[in-house]
């Protein structure tokens, strides 16, 4: 079984920057499509963005232009890198595994293998 563990997480002011990764092992090849999901208290499970295993990414709309998914296979390594944070930013991501195709930002409910998520905090 493909397992998946994120950190990085922290504490950032407004406006600021972070990295969060995702490092897999076990089953390589479990999962075609990898993707960033968030999840803030009584809301949503909600799509930030996915990669496939050819490099293709699909970024949500609302998170374009201030995102950036790179899954490095050497190591094995999801990463997610967002800029301009803002305090509705704020929620726990996680990092999900799956095999549909094609590899497209939305639903999480496809996604097989996920870890056990990272807390980000976003403050004014």
């Known amino acids: 079984q493909e397992r998946l563990v994120e950190s990085g997480g922290g504490s950032v002011q407004s406006g600021g920057s972070l990295s969060v990764s995702c490092r897999a092992s076990?089953?390589?090849?479990?999962?075609?499509?990898k993707g960033w999901f968030r999840q803030a208290p009584g809301k949503e499970r909600e799509g930030v963005g996915v990669?496939?295993?050819?490099?293709?990414?699909d970024y949500a709309d609302s998170f374009k232009g201030r995102i950036s998914i790179a899954y490095d296979d050497g190591q094995r390594i999801l990463s997610l890198r967002m800029n301009d944070l803002k305090p509705e930013d704020t929620a726990m991501y996680y990092c999900a595994s799956g095999t549909q195709r094609p590899c497209l930002s939305g639903s999480y409910r496809r996604f097989r293998t996920w870890g056990q998520g990272t807390q980000v905090t976003v403050s004014t």
């Open positions: 990669i496939d295993s050819e490099g293709n990414v």
């Open positions: 076990g089953l390589r090849y479990a999962g075609y499509c």
